[in-house]
């Protein structure tokens, strides 16, 4: 009786510090499938398993740039039918140490004839330097492995056996399961040829499938084709005018071109976005985008953007979307609201910067106008797309009432440029008439020696936020732009050309920038960090110009008005150090629990003895 108590009280102690987790998540890490995982979290740990094709040794990290060095590391295997796992790190010339804190857990691991799999958990908080902590942020995850195990002086460098996927482990995206049978159409180009050059937009308008009553399309995945997905750098979805010439649906052109067709011109508001390193997107059970009444898009142009920096030579490609649409309607139509900053040279970057901080509003008086007179109890927010090009580091979006500040509704502050796509939020978001959102976009051009201007190419910069809501409003863009005069102040221009009759405009003083575009004349300035920074501590009080503009081509009143930021307060702090003193009280707590285990074990064992 006395070891069946003992028994009972070590089962309920251990079972304190190690509840199970579900694998509801997983994905291939490399394109041959012999590096997968497995994972599952809750609030405070999370769990992996990893299946690989090797019997030696298996590396899974966590990297801030998807390069070995400054990474996080566990290394384990099953040597001679005993599984094993460390925690190492390394450091900034890729060394790698053994972690003094071992802050992963084996439970458990086996190998067959071809594949080992080991299973470990961590907390997602560790409170240990040499750790990367664990958010809904993306996440760089680095993977290896070798044919041999571990020895005793440490693991063979794996050579070529190695790679890297970005994820997010916290919110790894919708599930791509719809009913079997689901009728689809794909909207997808036919051996276009991408020009010799870095950067193109290529828009092809077609025409939706003629139905005879209301659908709803519940998922849209991206069609890229074997190859090219490097090149296909994001696909927008615009809605055109009902009325367009209709002998240029089907007819691809440049985007954005002098000689592009009037029709492309009336393609203005987005209905969907999907952009690199995404999957699809699957609507909530109560959303989806209403097609067939009519209200709805008739005609829309799907824009590809080709990022091609080699400037390779006869590329051909069919890339597209397939759209999956249902006769069963959900309660609501969904929307997309574009936020952020409005795309324009008006948008600059200073060369040289570690930490540059731009940032669009969806104003208070864009948000009162449009929801007051559609939808006053405010819309729902399920889904965020966060987008900036290649200097971008880290993007929030911001959301204020009363001008205070609330949870963001989405914030990502390890952005990668090449794995961008809808997040789902984990709780849907209410935004009422009179709130107001922020797109924060924090830039590096460390290593660029001229402007970044806004703009089209990856070499630009953008600075958006799409949102995904229901039920659906007369919104299609809520956008700023920071006033030009102040920005040229700053280098000493005092005087511009006029009439303006070139893009962009002329300075006619003072003298050392006349006759210089204003892109020539900033280009000319002496930028150093001290004035970078002062610059934009100067951009970001600037009044601003609004941009609020209506499904199609029509405006709201406050469309073109300049007003000054508002006023706001943050109430958001950091928690890492709470966290941190809560995860040491976990540990502690969970140290006495394994305290008291071994004790129970110990006389467990004293007492089998007698």
């Known amino acids: 009786r006395c070891c069946l108590r003992l028994i009972f009280l070590t089962s309920l102690f251990s079972s304190t510090c190690s509840q199970g987790t579900r694998f509801v998540h997983s994905a291939a890490l490399d394109a041959d499938g012999r590096y997968s995982i497995k994972w599952g979290f809750d609030e405070s740990t999370i769990t992996f ?27 384990g295997g099953v040597l001679d039918g005993s599984p094993y796992l460390l925690d190492y790190y390394t450091d900034s010339n890729r ?44 996440v760089r995850v680095i993977w290896a ?17 190695r790679g890297r996927k970005s994820l997010r482990l916290l919110n790894p995206g919708t599930s791509s399961s719809i009913p079997a049978g689901t009728a689809f159409f794909d909207l997808q180009n036919e051996e276009v040829p991408v020009p010799h050059k870095d950067t193109t937009y290529w828009c092809q308008i077609f025409k939706f499938p003629e139905l005879k009553k209301k659908h709803h399309i519940i998922r849209i995945e991206p069609m890229i084709q074997k190859g090219h997905g490097n090149l296909v750098h994001h696909i927008l979805l615009y809605q055109c005018d009902s009325n367009l010439n209709k002998s240029e649906i089907n007819r691809g052109h440049e985007c954005y071109h002098p000689n592009m067709p009037d029709s492309f011109f009336t ?62 309607l959900r309660r609501y139509d969904a929307g997309v609201i574009e936020t952020g900053v409005w795309v324009s040279l008006y948008h600059m970057l200073p060369p040289g910067m570690q930490d540059y901080i731009t940032e669009g ?6 948000l009162q106008e449009s929801l007051d007179s559609e939808m006053p109890s405010g819309i729902h927010v399920f889904a965020v797309l966060l987008h900036a090009h290649l200097a971008g580091r880290a993007i929030r979006a911001r959301h204020f009432r009363q001008q205070v500040e609330l949870q963001p509704l989405a914030s990502d502050d390890q952005f990668d440029f090449n794995f961008q796509e809808f997040q789902p939020l984990s709780q849907e978001r209410i935004i009422l008439p009179g709130d ?79 006759n210089l575009s204003f892109t020539e004349a900033m280009d000319k300035y002496k930028w150093t960090r001290k004035r970078g920074k002062a610059f934009n501590n100067i951009v970001r009080k600037l009044p601003m110009n609004v941009r609020c503009s209506k499904i199609g081509q029509d405006e709201w009143s406050i469309q073109g008005m300049i007003i000054s930021p508002p006023e706001l307060k943050s109430e958001q702090t950091s928690a890492a150090v709470v966290a941190c003193r809560n995860v040491s009280e976990i540990q502690c707590g969970c140290s006495f629990v394994l305290l008291l285990t071994a004790c129970l074990l110990l006389i467990l064992q004293t007492c089998l003895y007698l």
Not at 52 to 70: C, H, N, W
Not at 111 to 118: A, F, K, P, S, Y
């Open 267 to 328: 393609c203005e508001t987005v209905l969907f976005a999907w952009a690199i390193g995404g999957e699809g997107f699957t609507y909530p059970p109560h959303a989806g985008m209403s097609i067939g009444t009519s209200i709805d898009p008739v005609y829309v142009q799907m824009e590809i953007h080709f990022d091609n920096p080699s400037l390779q030579r006869g590329i051909v490609d069919s890339s597209g979307l397939r759209l999956y649409y249902s006769p069963s």
């Open 49 to 75: 398993e990893v299946e690989v094709e090797t019997r030696g040794y298996i590396g899974f990290g966590l990297s801030p740039t998807g390069a070995m060095s400054s990474s996080d590391i566990v290394i």
């Open 95 to 138: 060394k790698v140490h053994k972690d003094v804190l071992q802050s992963y857990q084996l439970l458990y691991g086996r190998e067959n004839d071809t594949h080992t799999v080991l299973a470990f958990s961590r907390n997602l908080q560790t409170c240990d330097d040499n750790d990367k902590v664990i958010t809904g942020s993306t």
């Open 361 to 366: 509003h969806c104003t208070q008086e864009c």
């Open 145 to 161: 492995f070798h044919a041999e195990d571990v020895g005793v002086s440490g693991p063979v460098y794996h050579g070529t056996n």
């Open 436 to 514: 107001s959102l922020i797109t924060e976009c924090r830039y590096n051009t460390k290593g660029r020696m001229n402007m970044t201007w806004g703009g089209l190419s990856t070499r630009d910069e953008m600075c958006l936020s799409y949102l995904l809501y229901y039920p659906r409003v007369n919104l299609a863009r809520c956008e700023s732009l920071p006033e030009i005069t102040g920005q040229l102040k700053f280098i000493g221009i005092k005087e511009i050309q006029e009439p303006v009759i070139t893009w962009p405009f002329v300075i006619k003083s003072p003298k050392k920038y006349s």
